[in-house]
């Protein structure tokens, strides 16, 4: 295990220099504290002493619920401790806010805090550690996320190509030939990916897929009735959506407009968060597995402290049918 004196003689300065860094202390300049912090890193120095509290992993969360079972990362957390906490490793959950982001680097702050590497739920693309991880060197897991070019980076999520293939084809088994395409903003990863899906899959079924049948907007409130309508005057017969609350909303919007779900209009979700169930009519989906990907992150973060760059790891998606689609009214 690598020691101060070690990282103060491959950089030519003092062990308090050293030491001063790794604490974030004032008097040492900011390129002397990114050096010693990758540096650290590199040569695999760990505060934490063998016989010392166990080795910790961090996962941080932002814009996302996490704390009853009806949020979204619930199961992703318990999925990850399951395999985490049993192999001997602390989990710290931490709810990620952009003042610690733009305050300290992710290096930085993981060798600050004795954390080996970390989990990423709910990143938006103007998170500041998104550009770090373009170069750190501690590992990290991102859910949804993808940074290309570093090794220490894994991408975790589920496979939205196959996704949106079983959507459409689950449409066009009920005799739905026009089908629409309704998105929050296309400013992160994943729904990009899910748009480009989305017509991929249109081709391999054989529908049609113009442009003009994929919409989006920041707000459902404020879109959807104009997005609605623009679909329904293309003859669509069915809403794919990008994601549950989403199509959530499209099942409120069409009372509103006196628009019948599924009679006229059949609608389908994607993530099958409870409130799919709970719905008017039931939500049909795409299932992501919450604790598969919670122990699949864990499986990427374990190969990456093992010396295994791990790029991506995807899961299989689910097709779950209820109420909200049915065969086309002829």
Known sequence: MATLEDIARVLGVSKSTVSKALSGAGDVSDAMRRSVVETAVELGYSRIRRGDEAPRLAVFITNMGYASQEDFGYEVLVGFRKLAEPAGYQVSVIPLERELEARVGYDQYMMQQNYLGALFLGLSPEDPWLQ???TCRTPAVLYDNRVSGNPRISYVGVDNAEGLRLAVGHLKTLGHRRV???????????????????????????????ESLARSGPRPEQCLPLHLNALLEQGCTAVICSHDSLAAAVLVQCREMGISVPEDLSVLGFDDLPLCQAARPPLTTIRQD????GKSAYCALASQLEGVRLSTFLLHPELIPRASCAPRSQ
């Open 132 to 134: 770090d991880f373009e």
């Open 180 to 210: 629409g395409y309704l998105s929050s903003p296309l400013n992160s990863y994943v729904y990009r990916q899910r748009h480009a899906a989305f017509f991929q899959a249109l081709w391999e079924w054989g529908l049609p897929r113009e």
């Open 290 to 293: 919450r604790a598969q990907l």
